[in-house]
Protein backbone atom coordinates (compact mmCIF):
# COMPACT_ATOMS: atom_id res chain seq x y z
CA UNK A 1 0.00 0.00 0.00
CA UNK A 2 2.45 2.48 1.00
CA UNK A 3 4.96 1.29 -2.18
CA UNK A 4 1.30 2.53 -4.54
CA UNK A 5 1.21 6.23 -2.24
CA UNK A 6 4.71 6.73 -2.97
CA UNK A 7 4.24 5.98 -7.11
CA UNK A 8 0.97 7.94 -7.30
CA UNK A 9 2.76 11.13 -5.39
CA UNK A 10 5.82 10.76 -8.16
CA UNK A 11 3.66 10.72 -10.80
CA UNK A 12 1.59 13.52 -9.41
CA UNK A 13 4.84 15.69 -8.96
CA UNK A 14 6.37 14.62 -12.27
CA UNK A 15 2.86 15.65 -13.85
CA UNK A 16 3.51 19.20 -12.83
CA UNK A 17 4.34 21.92 -15.35
CA UNK A 18 8.04 20.89 -16.43
CA UNK A 19 8.86 24.90 -16.97
CA UNK A 20 7.93 26.06 -13.76
CA UNK A 21 11.19 26.36 -11.46
CA UNK A 22 10.64 25.00 -7.88
CA UNK A 23 13.10 27.01 -6.46
CA UNK A 24 12.45 30.68 -7.81
CA UNK A 25 8.81 31.82 -7.81
CA UNK A 26 7.68 33.07 -10.65
CA UNK A 27 10.64 31.99 -12.62
CA UNK A 28 10.26 30.13 -16.16
CA UNK A 29 13.13 27.33 -16.42
CA UNK A 30 14.04 27.02 -19.57
CA UNK A 31 16.04 24.08 -21.41
CA UNK A 32 17.50 23.48 -24.73
CA UNK A 33 14.06 22.67 -26.32
CA UNK A 34 12.36 25.85 -24.82
CA UNK A 35 15.00 28.67 -24.92
CA UNK A 36 14.47 30.34 -28.22
CA UNK A 37 10.87 30.19 -28.26
CA UNK A 38 10.43 31.54 -24.89
CA UNK A 39 12.66 34.46 -25.34
CA UNK A 40 11.16 35.58 -28.57
CA UNK A 41 7.39 35.46 -27.11
CA UNK A 42 8.50 38.35 -24.78
CA UNK A 43 9.60 41.65 -25.31
CA UNK A 44 12.23 41.41 -22.66
CA UNK A 45 13.57 38.41 -20.71
CA UNK A 46 16.09 38.33 -17.94
CA UNK A 47 17.74 34.61 -17.81
CA UNK A 48 19.78 33.45 -14.75
CA UNK A 49 22.53 30.34 -15.77
CA UNK A 50 23.39 29.01 -12.54
CA UNK A 51 23.72 25.21 -11.68
CA UNK A 52 21.25 23.11 -11.84
CA UNK A 53 20.03 23.38 -8.37
CA UNK A 54 21.20 27.02 -7.30
CA UNK A 55 21.37 28.55 -3.57
CA UNK A 56 22.75 30.94 -1.67
CA UNK A 57 22.93 34.89 -1.47
CA UNK A 58 22.78 35.14 -5.02
CA UNK A 59 19.79 33.09 -5.89
CA UNK A 60 17.96 34.53 -3.38
CA UNK A 61 18.35 37.77 -4.83
CA UNK A 62 17.69 36.55 -8.01
CA UNK A 63 14.28 35.46 -6.31
CA UNK A 64 13.40 38.74 -4.70
CA UNK A 65 13.34 40.49 -8.00
CA UNK A 66 11.25 37.44 -10.04
CA UNK A 67 8.41 38.72 -7.27
CA UNK A 68 9.15 42.30 -7.60
CA UNK A 69 9.17 42.01 -11.13
CA UNK A 70 6.08 40.45 -11.13
CA UNK A 71 4.25 42.85 -9.62
CA UNK A 72 5.79 45.75 -11.78
CA UNK A 73 5.59 44.85 -15.44
CA UNK A 74 4.09 41.86 -17.38
CA UNK A 75 6.49 42.36 -20.72
CA UNK A 76 9.43 40.96 -18.75
CA UNK A 77 10.06 36.83 -18.69
CA UNK A 78 12.37 35.67 -15.64
CA UNK A 79 13.57 32.54 -16.47
CA UNK A 80 16.11 30.28 -15.00
CA UNK A 81 18.69 27.84 -16.76
CA UNK A 82 20.10 24.64 -14.95
CA UNK A 83 23.96 24.13 -16.42
CA UNK A 84 24.89 21.04 -15.42
CA UNK A 85 28.43 19.55 -16.15
CA UNK A 86 27.82 15.80 -15.27
CA UNK A 87 25.43 13.43 -16.30
CA UNK A 88 23.52 13.87 -19.47
CA UNK A 89 24.94 17.47 -19.36
CA UNK A 90 21.62 18.98 -19.01
CA UNK A 91 21.67 22.65 -21.29
CA UNK A 92 25.53 22.39 -21.39
CA UNK A 93 25.45 23.04 -24.84
CA UNK A 94 22.97 26.58 -24.39
CA UNK A 95 25.83 27.52 -21.68
CA UNK A 96 28.82 26.87 -24.32
CA UNK A 97 26.51 29.42 -26.87
CA UNK A 98 26.62 32.19 -24.25
CA UNK A 99 29.92 30.98 -23.00
CA UNK A 100 28.74 29.95 -19.35
CA UNK A 101 30.36 27.63 -17.15
CA UNK A 102 30.64 26.92 -13.73
CA UNK A 103 33.94 29.47 -13.41
CA UNK A 104 31.09 32.10 -14.06
CA UNK A 105 28.16 31.24 -11.85
CA UNK A 106 25.50 32.71 -12.14
CA UNK A 107 25.77 34.65 -15.13
CA UNK A 108 22.73 36.53 -16.27
CA UNK A 109 21.60 37.94 -19.45
CA UNK A 110 18.72 40.28 -20.67
CA UNK A 111 17.48 39.59 -23.87
CA UNK A 112 15.25 41.85 -26.03
CA UNK A 113 12.91 39.87 -27.75
CA UNK A 114 15.07 37.17 -29.49
CA UNK A 115 18.01 35.17 -28.35
CA UNK A 116 20.82 37.17 -30.65
CA UNK A 117 20.38 40.34 -28.78
CA UNK A 118 21.27 40.67 -25.49
CA UNK A 119 23.31 42.21 -22.91
CA UNK A 120 24.77 40.63 -19.79
CA UNK A 121 25.17 41.86 -16.19
CA UNK A 122 29.00 43.32 -15.70
CA UNK A 123 30.49 40.60 -13.84
CA UNK A 124 32.11 43.33 -11.60
CA UNK A 125 28.64 43.78 -10.33
CA UNK A 126 27.09 41.32 -7.95
CA UNK A 127 24.16 39.89 -7.79
CA UNK A 128 21.88 42.13 -5.86
CA UNK A 129 18.24 43.15 -5.84
CA UNK A 130 18.87 46.47 -6.48
CA UNK A 131 21.54 46.16 -8.80
CA UNK A 132 18.98 43.54 -11.10
CA UNK A 133 16.59 46.19 -10.97
CA UNK A 134 19.51 49.06 -12.14
CA UNK A 135 20.27 46.81 -14.78
CA UNK A 136 16.67 46.39 -16.24
CA UNK A 137 15.79 49.90 -15.57
CA UNK A 138 19.14 50.75 -17.49
CA UNK A 139 18.76 48.86 -20.46
CA UNK A 140 14.67 48.70 -21.12
CA UNK A 141 11.85 50.83 -21.05
CA UNK A 142 10.59 49.16 -17.99
CA UNK A 143 10.60 50.45 -14.32
CA UNK A 144 10.51 48.34 -11.25
CA UNK A 145 11.15 50.25 -8.26
CA UNK A 146 11.16 49.70 -4.51
CA UNK A 147 8.37 47.42 -3.68
CA UNK A 148 5.20 49.88 -3.14
CA UNK A 149 6.93 52.66 -5.08
CA UNK A 150 4.87 54.06 -8.49
CA UNK A 151 7.15 55.20 -10.75
CA UNK A 152 4.89 58.24 -12.09
CA UNK A 153 4.72 59.39 -8.25
CA UNK A 154 8.06 59.22 -7.89
CA UNK A 155 8.81 61.41 -10.65
CA UNK A 156 7.02 64.39 -10.07
CA UNK A 157 8.02 64.67 -6.38
CA UNK A 158 11.56 64.93 -6.50
CA UNK A 159 12.22 67.76 -3.90
CA UNK A 160 9.01 67.86 -2.95
CA UNK A 161 10.16 68.66 0.61
CA UNK A 162 11.81 72.19 -0.43
CA UNK A 163 8.94 73.03 -2.81
CA UNK A 164 6.66 76.34 -1.70
CA UNK A 165 3.57 74.94 -0.12
CA UNK A 166 1.50 76.17 -2.31
CA UNK A 167 3.08 74.17 -4.99
CA UNK A 168 2.80 70.89 -2.80
CA UNK A 169 -0.74 71.58 -2.39
CA UNK A 170 -1.33 71.46 -5.92
CA UNK A 171 0.63 68.54 -6.04
CA UNK A 172 -1.49 66.70 -3.52
CA UNK A 173 -4.88 67.51 -5.50
CA UNK A 174 -3.05 66.55 -8.83
CA UNK A 175 -1.93 62.90 -7.29
CA UNK A 176 -5.36 62.26 -5.67
CA UNK A 177 -6.68 62.60 -8.97
CA UNK A 178 -4.28 59.91 -10.43
CA UNK A 179 -5.16 58.08 -7.54
CA UNK A 180 -8.82 57.39 -8.30
CA UNK A 181 -7.84 56.42 -11.42
CA UNK A 182 -5.65 53.39 -10.48
CA UNK A 183 -7.65 50.11 -10.78
CA UNK A 184 -4.73 47.88 -9.13
CA UNK A 185 -6.13 47.48 -5.54
CA UNK A 186 -2.38 47.12 -3.69
CA UNK A 187 -1.55 50.46 -6.28
CA UNK A 188 -3.88 52.27 -4.60
CA UNK A 189 -3.45 51.37 -1.40
CA UNK A 190 0.17 52.55 -2.01
CA UNK A 191 -0.98 56.04 -3.26
CA UNK A 192 -3.35 56.69 0.13
CA UNK A 193 0.03 56.33 1.28
CA UNK A 194 2.08 59.11 -0.78
CA UNK A 195 -0.78 61.24 -0.19
CA UNK A 196 -1.06 60.94 3.42
CA UNK A 197 2.68 62.01 3.71
CA UNK A 198 2.47 64.53 1.25
CA UNK A 199 0.26 66.07 3.69
CA UNK A 200 2.06 65.55 6.61
CA UNK A 201 5.12 66.88 5.12
CA UNK A 202 3.27 70.18 4.31
CA UNK A 203 1.97 70.23 7.54
CA UNK A 204 4.77 69.27 9.72
CA UNK A 205 7.38 69.98 7.37
CA UNK A 206 10.47 67.50 6.66
CA UNK A 207 10.79 66.08 10.40
CA UNK A 208 8.13 64.21 9.84
CA UNK A 209 9.93 62.55 7.36
CA UNK A 210 12.90 61.61 10.27
CA UNK A 211 10.38 60.84 13.46
CA UNK A 212 7.68 58.42 10.65
CA UNK A 213 10.86 56.77 9.53
CA UNK A 214 12.43 56.15 13.29
CA UNK A 215 8.62 54.72 14.24
CA UNK A 216 8.24 52.40 10.91
CA UNK A 217 11.95 51.31 11.98
CA UNK A 218 10.86 50.53 15.43
CA UNK A 219 7.59 48.89 14.50
CA UNK A 220 9.27 46.88 11.94
CA UNK A 221 12.14 45.41 14.38
CA UNK A 222 8.91 44.33 16.90
CA UNK A 223 7.00 41.21 16.67
CA UNK A 224 5.27 41.49 13.89
CA UNK A 225 4.23 39.24 11.31
CA UNK A 226 5.79 38.71 8.08
CA UNK A 227 2.84 40.15 5.99
CA UNK A 228 3.40 43.33 8.32
CA UNK A 229 7.21 43.61 8.01
CA UNK A 230 5.95 43.54 4.23
CA UNK A 231 3.67 46.63 4.67
CA UNK A 232 6.37 48.73 6.30
CA UNK A 233 8.65 47.77 4.34
CA UNK A 234 6.58 49.38 1.54
CA UNK A 235 5.62 52.07 3.88
CA UNK A 236 9.40 52.97 4.00
CA UNK A 237 10.16 52.74 0.85
CA UNK A 238 7.64 55.04 -0.03
CA UNK A 239 9.13 57.98 2.62
CA UNK A 240 12.68 57.15 1.11
CA UNK A 241 11.07 58.97 -1.86
CA UNK A 242 10.42 62.19 -0.10
CA UNK A 243 14.51 62.37 1.24
CA UNK A 244 16.40 65.24 -0.10
CA UNK A 245 19.84 65.57 -0.01
CA UNK A 246 19.65 68.79 1.49
CA UNK A 247 16.85 70.81 3.27
CA UNK A 248 16.96 73.96 1.87
CA UNK A 249 13.16 75.53 3.04
CA UNK A 250 13.37 76.58 6.71
CA UNK A 251 10.70 76.93 9.06
CA UNK A 252 10.50 80.74 8.48
CA UNK A 253 9.90 80.46 4.96
CA UNK A 254 6.64 77.90 5.59
CA UNK A 255 5.53 80.34 8.67
CA UNK A 256 5.79 83.40 5.88
CA UNK A 257 4.03 81.28 3.34
Not at 40 to 46: A, D, G, H, N, T
Not at 179 to 188: A, F, G, I, S
Not at 230 to 251: P, S
Request: hydrophobic share 40%.
Amino acid sequence: MMHILVTLLLVAFHSLPSTWAVTCPGCVDLDELSFQQAVERFPYSIVKFDIAYPYGEKHEAFTAFSKSAHKATQDLLIATVGVKDYGELENKALGDRYKVDDKNFPSIFLFKGNAEEYVQLPSHLDVTLDNLKAFVSANTPLYIGRDGCIKEFNEVLKNYANIPDAEQLKLIKELQAKQELLTNPEQQQNAKAYLIYMRKINEMGYDFLEEETKRLLRLKAGKVTEAKKEELLRKLNILEVFRVHKVTKTASEKEEL
